[in-house]
Nanobody, 113 residues
């Protein structure tokens, strides 16, 4: 049974940092592309970042240079390190794998001074 569980959301100030985690079960993140998406209130869900089995990464222009996606094969977990947070980064962040189209339940990120 495939499951994705996100943790690490919370409140951060503008300019601050948070690290999100996505713990996967039922498959290996080492052999699957993994991605982060986000959805702000009243907006559509949008792509944030992706990492491939070969460790290639791509980022949305809005987060390039500030966010970093990575994975730990031993922990079967994917991370999203978010630095220099902006007010517009506030959203529910979702973990996703195109391999089967599975989504996590999401974790809330709030950016406020």
């Amino acid at each position: 049974q495939v499951q994705l569980v996100e943790t690490g959301g919370g409140l951060a100030q503008p300019g601050g940092s948070l690290r999100l985690s996505c713990a996967a079960s039922g498959f290996s993140v080492r052999t699957a592309s993994m991605a982060w998406y986000r959805q702000a209130p009243g907006k559509e869900r949008e792509f944030v970042a992706q990492i491939t089995p070969g460790l290639s990464t791509i980022y949305a222009d809005s987060v390039k240079g500030r966010f970093a996606i990575s994975r730990d094969n031993d922990k079967n977990t994917v991370y999203l390190q978010m630095n220099r947070l902006k007010l517009e980064d506030a959203a529910v962040y979702y973990c996703y794998t195109p391999a089967g189209g599975f989504w996590g339940q999401g974790t809330q990120v709030t950016v406020s001074s």
